[in-house]
């Protein structure tokens, strides 16, 4: 008999992906941005997929898909911009957002779960509850599992590049249980060297930036990684059609496309500053080439030989194929996720702009995810401590 999953925070899918891969059912899943419920619902059609604040859902929406023994387990990983140190601002920001962890321990307790898994960024364990205190986050967090019961717990920092992802993306976990017999630990690390760009990369085709043409055919090369990315038998998945979806190039104006140009790999705006002398800088910025401002996460062309580094809901602007003068098509961030070929982000548009916390674009659905191998690591885990 499968075990059950309710998906708090769901995003387009991530989490469930891998957890079904490992044997789960999703039961429920909740989720607040449109474009996202759009692309878990396509992807997952068995799932009742809730459109909703969390705050604002019932039990009453909820226990009619609860089985009467309750579920196994629920996941939450509520948004990290208040965390995260990619935008200092948003960090500096004391609001409601980063009490929503609130919110996956009533659900929780709603289906009576055996377990909780909580997924964030590792900055969450510095933020503290307010600018003037010196109370953390991850302390009420911690307390507030256990006045709801859930005693048995432990934390866990793991870099998804461990798991089989061609990414080097840490995160933070807790896995917490009501049952104190319940073994907590952290899922096996999956593999001894990193996966690389170029295999994740390896069989998708050469599309030309301001083309707006897509290439849907494999280009015929095979790693072990992109035959994963294809095994449908592997991820639980039936599709029809086995062409590459979402690899559409992006538009780019030619400054930007010289800039490109003159990118060597695992080098970026903040290289370029570096490398070129004064009177190069001065000759391409005059050409607007290159911005007068040093933008850190800008432009990075990634190197074939490495991981990524993190994928974020920025990759459009931060990544440049390794070797074409181009930024990454949406298909390529989902392989540096390690979303399966067969998931298609049908929800939102492929860009907007990134102010807008209402509809997002198929690149920030990708970036805020948890990417599948991760999560599937996870279930097989829990599946295990759960058997036990």
């Not at 989490?15 to 044997?23: D, N, Y």
């Amino acid at each position: 008999m499968a075990l059950t999953h309710i998906d708090c925070f769901s995003g387009p899918g991530g989490i469930c992906t891998g957890l079904h891969a490992a044997g789960f059912e999703t039961k429920v899943a909740i989720e607040f941005i449109k474009s996202c419920v759009e692309t878990y619902s396509y992807n997952h059609p068995e799932v009742h997929v809730i459109h909703s604040d969390i705050r604002d859902v019932t039990a009453e929406q909820i226990l009619p898909y609860v089985p009467e023994e309750g579920i196994d387990l629920v996941t939450s990983g509520m948004p990290c911009e208040t965390f995260s140190t990619a935008g200092n601002s948003s960090r500096a920001a004391y609001d409601d957002r980063q009490f929503l962890f609130r919110e996956g321990i009533r659900i929780a307790q709603i289906c009576n779960a055996k377990m909780i898994l909580f997924e964030n960024v590792p900055m969450i364990t510095t933020k503290r509850v307010a600018k003037e205190s010196k109370e953390l986050i991850i302390d009420v967090l911690k307390r507030e599992l256990e006045e709801a019961g859930y005693i048995n717990y432990k934390e866990f920092v793991l870099d998804a590049s461990k798991y089989g992802v061609p990414q080097r993306r840490r995160r933070f976990f807790i896995l917490a249980a009501k049952d104190e017999k319940y073994q907590i630990e952290a899922p096996e690390e999956t593999c001894d060297k990193e996966v690389t760009v170029r295999e994740a990369f390896i069989d998708i085709p050469e599309v030309v930036a301001n083309t707006w043409t897509e290439n849907p055919i494999y280009n015929g090369k095979e790693s072990e990684y992109s035959l994963l990315m294809k095994n449908d038998k592997f991820w639980r998945r039936t599709t029809k059609e086995k062409k590459l979806l979402n690899h559409l190039p992006m538009n780019h104006r030619k400054h930007i496309i010289e800039r490109f140009g003159i990118l060597r790999q695992g080098e970026g705006l903040k290289g370029l500053f570096a490398r070129l002398s004064p009177d190069e800088l001065k000759a391409y910025q005059e050409r607007k080439v290159i911005p007068k401002t040093i933008y850190v996460k800008r432009n990075y062309r990634l190197r074939w030989d490495e991981a990524s580094p993190t994928v974020t809901s920025h990759c459009l602007d931060e990544f440049v194929h390794p070797e074409q003068n181009r930024a990454l098509t949406v298909r390529e961030c989902a392989r540096l996720q390690s979303f399966p070929d067969s998931y298609d982000f049908v929800g939102g548009p492929y860009l907007v702009a990134h102010d807008d916390r209402i509809q997002q674009d198929k690149y920030e659905q990708i970036g805020d995810a948890v990417p599948p191998l991760l999560a599937y690591a996870w279930g097989k885990k829990i599946s295990n401590i759960l058997k036990k």
